[in-house]
């Protein structure tokens, strides 16, 4: 069985700050995918940012980026110059490669970004 | 391009009683998976329908039923209401059938008392 941990339970920046949210996860398979999901405030969740385990590039879009190290089974993310609309939770998720749309969740990091 | 609905978005029930959920997934999204949101358990996977059939079902008990009609939206059901049957109940659609993205809607908050 997969388990995400996400050891960050509370974080907190200022605007316009980088910050880094920690995730590991444990599997013993070789091909999966992992994401980062942000759940802002009484909306929904949304996706944002995908790694396929097989690509050794790290993804990025636009201002969040993550830090997948494959051997070591961790997989951050960084959001860099941080805006108060990044105010949300954010779920480190791993799904198998091939199957159903299953996905692991880790417990959550609430990211606050104060002005 | 209408979201993920969910309904109802909020609801009360008793100990014992059922109840139903509905979601309408994206236009053209086959697959729909559901979710429960806990403060102490975080994000469950129950169950994913995708073209009327159950692909994989997570652990929950047997009082936790989903069913996918033909135009894609989906219905879960909760018999037999206990107190830690309180969440939030989370919907998703997809296009593709296995990358893993995932297009939420706004949830179905159930209490029970």
């Known amino acids: 069985a997969q388990t995400v941990t996400q050891s960050q339970p509370e974080m907190s920046v200022q605007e316009a700050e980088t910050v880094t949210l920690s995730c590991t996860y444990d599997t013993s398979e070789n091909n999966y995918y992992l994401f980062w999901y942000k759940q802002p405030p009484s909306r929904q969740m949304i996706l944002v940012i995908r790694q396929e385990a097989y690509k050794q590039q790290n993804a990025t879009e636009n201002r969040f980026s993550v830090n997948f190290q494959k051997a070591a089974k961790s997989f951050s993310l960084k959001i860099s110059d941080s805006q108060l609309g990044d105010t949300a939770m954010y779920f480190c998720?791993?799904?198998?490669?091939?199957?159903?749309?299953?996905?692991?969740f880790g417990q959550g990091t609430r990211l606050t970004i104060n002005p | 391009k209408a979201g993920v609905t969910q309904t109802p978005r909020y609801l009360i029930k008793t100990r014992g009683q059922q109840v139903t959920l509905s979601c309408s997934p994206i236009s053209g999204h086959r697959s729909v998976s559901w979710y429960q949101q806990t403060p102490g358990q975080g994000l469950q996977f129950l169950f994913e329908y995708f073209s009327e059939t159950q692909r994989n079902k997570g652990n929950f008990p047997g009082r936790f039923s989903g069913r996918q009609f033909s135009n894609s939206r989906s219905e879960m059901n909760v018999s037999t209401l206990e107190l830690g049957d309180s969440a939030l109940y989370l919907c998703?659609?997809?296009?593709?059938?296995?990358?893993?993205?995932?297009?939420f809607g706004e949830g179905s908050r159930l209490t029970v008392l």
């Open positions: 998720a791993f799904k198998v490669f091939e199957g159903a749309q299953k996905l692991v």
């Open positions: 998703a659609s997809s296009w593709q059938t296995n990358t893993g993205e995932l297009f």
